[in-house]
């Protein structure tokens, strides 16, 4: 990758961010799980003004390998990041989703997550492990 250049800054600033369904219940399908990188990527690059380098899912999670501006707040950026992701997928998949998250008040994702920068190992090997 090379760097970004904004008005007052030359960056590169990587993330990788692991998302998991609540209870890990598989609801992950392939149809959800390109519903998930496409609004992921809309997040990350139409909300953020970033770039979503690589996302990949499993059944009860989502890895993302985003690289963004400094001014955004990583916890800002996870937090709008799932809450939209979830709203997007209940109202696309209603029926899908039901079966494993029983009613309108059961939280979607777990409360937590993984983010770590990429700076401690090649790009490379992350973006392997991801995919």
């Known amino acids: 990758m090379k760097y970004n250049r904004g008005n007052h800054s030359v960056y590169l600033l990587t993330y990788h961010l692991v998302f998991v369904i609540k209870y890990r219940k598989p609801l992950i399908d392939e149809e959800i799980g ?9 997040m ?8 979503l380098v690589s996302a990949e899912t499993d059944r009860d999670h989502i890895h ?6 400094p001014q955004v707040n990583i916890s800002t950026f996870v937090r709008s990041t799932k809450t939209q992701i979830s ?5 696309r998949f209603p029926e899908k989703i039901g079966r494993y998250l029983y009613g309108k008040d059961v939280p979607f994702w777990t409360f937590s997550y993984f983010a770590a920068t990429t700076g401690s190992v090649s790009l490379e ?3 392997q492990y991801v995919e």
């Not at 390109?34 to 809309?42: G, I, L, N, T, V």
């Not at 990350?44 to 770039?51: C, S």
């Open 34 to 42: 390109a519903a998930m990188k496409d609004f992921a990527r809309h």
């Open 125 to 127: 090997t992350v973006k």
């Open 87 to 91: 709203r997007e997928m209940r109202k």
């Open 64 to 69: 993302l390998l985003v690289s963004l501006p």
């Open 44 to 51: 990350t690059e139409d909300r953020f003004a970033g770039k």
